[in-house]
């Protein structure tokens, strides 16, 4: 079975459109292949998490029916739309307990405080919040999530991380550049990355986040990445923090290499466990520090920000002002209300540090108790996300369990999703990714959509689905 033969994604709360194939040889979901299914006649993206989206599905999108694929750029024809799409039927059957999913729990969005910041929006600004706006942002809101209320300036606001990511690819790299990322790594970037042509050097990290001696060791072998790209805190897929020591190690390193070091922090205020350590652009002017509304908030708002040093802010306000002029206004200052409210907000952001924190633990606790030594567990400080590994006994890779466990009813994103293909590597690497073995063992399981209950039932299909994988 070839569930990651195609990169691309899907989605399991909310699916719009039907992916390819089903799973051959198992119940489940059939879905016909290469037929719009939406009302727009386009077909639209679905997801299992953020910049995991399957890509257009009509009539000769993905292939040569219509004979017209050499008008495609160099970027329209290799940009996949990533993996596991044929998780998307097997997440909407019914009785599927996802753990699938990179979205943040329904229950705790904060749907009647939205909908008292749009009241309040528009009866106080009137048509304003309805036009448009300057490219870098709204000015309240960037004087908000800055560092302190004074450095607004530095602060460009976008359409979500996601755009973050796509922006800074835009303005630093050229086909060939070199990108170190830690291995495994938030697809989203890889894809940005990918979609400027870059190089992608994965440098190995642990519990404790990209291991920064193994990139010093690929500088050392020769390796010039113009930019290393980390998620510090509870990263996606891993939930593994980044370590004070490699904090300023990575700091040290990008200013003796000169590299930018992209530092993305959407999970950074969802901290359930251990003291906050310092960010790395308090570190380091070689960092950039992005951070977005989507996990605290409401991903469907759209609204993310990155502090930049003023070389790069210009090029990435003109670099966005190509794409999209600005993010929405209404949007923005629906957000800026919200945030300003700090009563409201701490609250807020209690509750999802204590549900988060509990549905974490309840995993951790499952596996160890229900596990029986089956799977290896690194417990995340924070974030959506716990990555379960398959103890190396059992000789099971996460790809081949999958079939098993979307037979019992329970899915997640396989490692290997997250991992870069070595032939992507630039040639100088000084073995900085020598686990790709590990990666394969490992599981993304999202605590974040599940109660303790459903963890617990979770946990009990994955353990009948590695026995029957291992026969
Ligand atoms: C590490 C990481 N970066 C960026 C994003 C994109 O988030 P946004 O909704 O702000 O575009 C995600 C979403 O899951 C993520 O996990």
């Not at 800055?146 to 300036?153: E, S």
């Not at 630093?172 to 086909?175: A, E, I, Q, S, V």
């Given at each position: 079975m070839a569930l990651l033969g195609e990169r691309r994604h899907a989605d399991d709360e909310r699916t719009d459109e039907a992916g390819a194939s089903g799973h051959p040889g198992a119940p489940g979901p059939r879905v016909p292949t290469g037929r719009a299914t939406t009302a727009d006649g386009l077909g639209r993206a679905a997801r299992i998490g953020p910049g995991e989206q399957v890509g257009p599905s009509w009539p000769g999108a993905q292939g040569g029916a219509s004979g017209l694929t050499e008008l495609l750029s160099r970027t329209g024809r290799e940009a996949t739309s990533s993996v596991i799409r044929d998780l998307l039927d097997w997440t909407r059957r019914p009785d599927m307990l996802s753990l699938a999913g990179g979205i943040p729990a329904a229950e705790l969005l904060p749907v009647e405080r939205v909908g008292q910041a749009v009241e309040r929006v528009l009866a106080d600004r009137g048509p304003a919040a309805l036009q448009y706006g300057p490219t870098d942002g709204e000015a309240e809101l960037r004087a908000l999530v800055?560092?302190?209320?004074?450095?607004?300036?530095e602060v460009v606001i976008t359409t979500g991380s996601q755009q973050s990511l796509d922006l800074l690819a835009r303005v630093?790299?050229?086909?060939g550049d070199v990108v170190a990322v830690e291995s495994p790594s938030y697809l989203g970037a890889l894809s940005a990355f990918r979609a400027a042509g870059a190089r992608l050097l994965p440098v190995a990290g642990d519990v404790g986040g990209l291991d920064t001696d193994r990139l010093e060791a690929a500088l050392a072998a020769g390796a010039r990445p113009k930019a290393v790209y980390v998620v510090p805190e509870f990263a996606n897929p891993t939930g593994a923090t980044l370590t004070a020591a490699r904090r300023r190690h990575l700091a040290a390193l990008a200013e003796r290499h000169r590299f930018v070091i992209i530092e993305d922090d959407p999970y950074g205020a969802l901290r359930f466990a251990g003291p906050p350590l310092a960010p790395l652009a308090d570190l380091t002017p070689m960092a950039v520090r992005l951070g977005t509304a989507?996990?605290?908030?409401?991903?469907?708002?759209r609204v993310g920000w990155a502090l930049l040093p003023e070389w790069l802010r210009g090029p990435v306000v003109r670099a966005k002002q190509a794409v999209d002029?600005?993010?929405?206004t209404l949007d923005q200052l629906v957000v800026a209300d919200v945030l300003a409210d700090a009563v409201f907000l701490n609250d807020h952001l209690d509750r999802l540090r204590a549900v988060y924190g509990r549905r974490a633990r309840a995993l951790g606790a499952a596996l160890a108790r229900l596990g029986g030594g089956r799977f290896t567990v690194d417990p995340p400080a924070g974030g959506m996300f716990l990555c379960a590994g398959l103890a190396p006994a059992l000789g099971l890779t996460a790809d081949a369990l999958l079939p098993a466990a979307l037979d019992a009813g329970v899915a997640f994103v396989p490692g290997s999703a997250f991992l870069v293909d070595p032939a992507e590597a630039p040639a100088a690497t000084g073995g900085a990714d020598t686990d790709r073995c590990d990666g394969e063992r490992r599981l993304r399981l999202c605590f974040a959509t599940l109660d303790e209950d459903g963890l617990a039932e979770a946990v009990e299909r994955l353990v009948a689905a590695v026995d029957r994988a291992v026969g």
């Open positions: 800055a560092p302190t209320p004074d450095r607004g300036d630093l790299l050229d086909p989507s996990k605290t908030l409401a991903p469907g708002l002029l600005h993010t929405s």
